[in-house]
């Protein structure tokens, strides 16, 4: 079950938004382990930070959210990351991030600072395609793929749940994102992302794009980054005013795994 995000969470956000064009964070504050052992230890310390209470092993590829440098520290940076359920699941969406703890720069990098895929429109300009461009030996064919469809949405011909003061809560019983108490006339929604590697390749599971109303055209918003061939990560920022949010999908060998999502308003 995905847990609520409530207001004291929303200016966490808001800070580390701000807090994330330090040591040239430009868009989303988002960082990824990227340790060749495969692994970085999260530090939980207990009543100052420096007495450890706690070590938690985060995996190559695993992502967190930097919130600032930790104190007293000059290796070290303090993060929130999602809990991860015991029983591991194929796809899973996060919309609170309720651990924390400190890392080691050297084993991390930040999203936004990895190699960028070549971003382009189709020509009917609904579809945003992401190419890894990266090494030009590799045959253009060959080379990987993100692919985002966008089109006019059909919401209103869901079944929709309101609140008292008539805020839409749910569409088709799913929390929806991008919109308010109305759907906003020509509005768009993703319709399906899909991944294309050589041997490899999917379209993203429903549960990974439900609901993303009001998706960015705008590449200065949106952006695919990878750590290697087995790796790769797609963000965005929708939507605008009060319904912006940041949404974040990590697509490990070809399909897509997990999802971070939460309102980040302007």
């Known amino acids: 079950?995905?847990?609520?995000?409530?207001?004291?969470f929303y200016l966490c956000v808001f800070?580390?938004?701000?807090?994330?064009?330090?040591?040239?964070q430009n868009k989303v504050p988002?960082?990824?382990?990227?340790?060749?052992e495969g692994y970085a230890m999260v530090r939980v310390p207990k009543d100052n930070y420096r007495k450890i209470v706690d070590k938690i092993r985060m995996r190559r590829g695993d992502v967190?959210?930097?919130v600032k440098p930790a104190p007293g520290e000059t290796e070290w940076i303090w993060i929130k990351y999602p809990e991860?359920?015991?029983?591991?699941?194929?796809f899973v969406r996060y919309d609170s991030l309720n651990k924390e703890g400190m890392v080691n720069k050297e084993r991390i990098a930040f999203i936004d600072q990895l190699p960028q895929y070549t971003p382009s429109k189709s020509k009917n300009g609904r579809s945003l395609i992401f190419t890894d461009n990266n090494n030009p030996k590799i045959p253009a064919a060959q080379r990987s793929k993100v692919i985002i469809d966008i089109y006019p949405s059909?919401?209103?011909?869901r079944k929709q749940e309101k609140d008292a003061s008539g805020k839409i809560l749910t569409i088709d019983k799913i929390k929806p994102w991008g919109i308010g108490n109305e759907l906003p006339e020509g509005m768009t929604e993703i319709k399906s992302i899909r991944v294309q590697q050589p041997g490899r390749g999917s379209v993203f599971v429903r549960e990974a794009i439900k609901n993303m109303f009001q998706p960015t055209m705008d590449f200065n918003n949106i952006g695919v980054t990878s750590i290697d061939d087995d790796h790769i990560f797609l963000y965005m920022i929708n939507g605008s005013g009060e319904n912006r949010y940041t949404t974040f999908w990590t697509i490990k060998e070809g399909r897509v795994?997990?999802?971070i999502i939460y309102k980040s308003p302007e």
Do not use: D, H, T
């Not at 079950?1 to 004291?8: E, R, Y």
């Not at 988002?30 to 060749?36: L, S, T």
């Not at 991860?84 to 194929?90: A, D, G």
């Not at 059909?154 to 011909?157: F, G, I, K, L, T």
């Open 84 to 90: 991860k359920s015991e029983v591991e699941k194929p």
């Open 15 to 24: 800070s580390m938004f701000s807090l994330a064009f330090v040591k040239g």
């Open 64 to 66: 967190f959210v930097y």
């Open 1 to 8: 079950m995905m847990i609520s995000i409530n207001k004291a």
């Open 30 to 36: 988002f960082g990824v382990v990227k340790a060749e």
């Open 257 to 259: 795994i997990s999802q």
């Open 154 to 157: 059909n919401a209103s011909y």
